[in-house]
């Protein structure tokens, strides 16, 4: 088992769902009551990533991180350091490739919300904010839960991208999924085995957390 990796995957999916999933909930309400033909360009935006080869998003992410780009220009004018192959030019990359996850069960879980349970609240004086927190958020949850799930199972697995804008530096960008790939460059199956078993397990779970959710949303709905 190559610790540093897990503790690098680890550290990686923790930061990209805490900082993802409440931009998540923002965007994904937003799309969830927009109206109009236009609304299908965000959309198709957030669902980019889902569809471009993660080599494809990873070439355009590490231009954009270069010190020639305006990003990692100004990148490395604040902190002295460049984006490509570093923790936090990764981190970037994890928000931009886990964007759907974080936002279409989301946005699926406010659209499941009767718009006449908002009008009720704001007739019995609720402002929106407070309709918000008390009436949509709650309904929302297994939405914004299965988001969260999705996003951190995702971002333990990534590859791609993750190579391409960080490489494999041991204690910095190096996560399970690229030292999975290490050992098998080395003919080590047994290491890339036990690696390959927990990520099988954390997905599996996964899918269970948002599968059950799922069933007993179904389920409140025949009762």
């Excluded at 088992?1 to 990209?16: C, N, R």
């Excluded at 999975?180 to 080590?188: E, N, S, T």
Aim: charged share 10%.
């Amino acid at each position: 088992m190559d610790g540093a990796a897990l503790f690098v995957s680890l550290k990686l999916a923790l930061l990209t769902s805490v900082l993802l999933v409440p931009l998540g909930v923002l965007l994904g309400r937003r799309l969830a009551q927009a109206k109009g033909r236009w609304k299908v360009l965000p959309e198709a935006l957030v669902a980019l990533p889902l569809v471009m080869p993660p080599t494809v998003l990873g070439f355009y992410l590490m231009q954009g991180f270069s010190s020639d780009a305006p990003l990692g220009a100004a990148w490395q004018q604040l902190f002295g350091s460049s984006l490509n192959f570093s923790f936090s030019g990764i981190l970037l990359a994890s928000l931009v490739v886990n964007l759907p996850f974080a936002v279409q069960p989301v946005q699926r879980a406010f659209e499941a919300v009767p718009a006449h349970l908002r009008e009720a609240a704001w007739c019995s004086g609720l402002s929106h904010w407070q309709t918000l927190w008390r009436i949509e958020l709650p309904l929302a949850l297994p939405g914004i839960i299965s988001a969260l799930a999705l996003t951190f199972a995702h971002t333990l697995g990534e590859f791609g991208v993750i190579l391409m804008v960080g490489g494999s530096i041991d204690g910095e960008t190096r996560t399970l999924a690229i030292s999975i790939y290490d050992r098998m460059q080395a003919f080590d199956e047994s290491g890339a085995g036990i690696m390959s078993a927990m990520l099988l397990l954390v997905s599996f779970l996964t899918i269970g957390v948002v599968y059950g959710l799922a069933a007993r949303q179904r389920w409140k709905r025949h009762v």
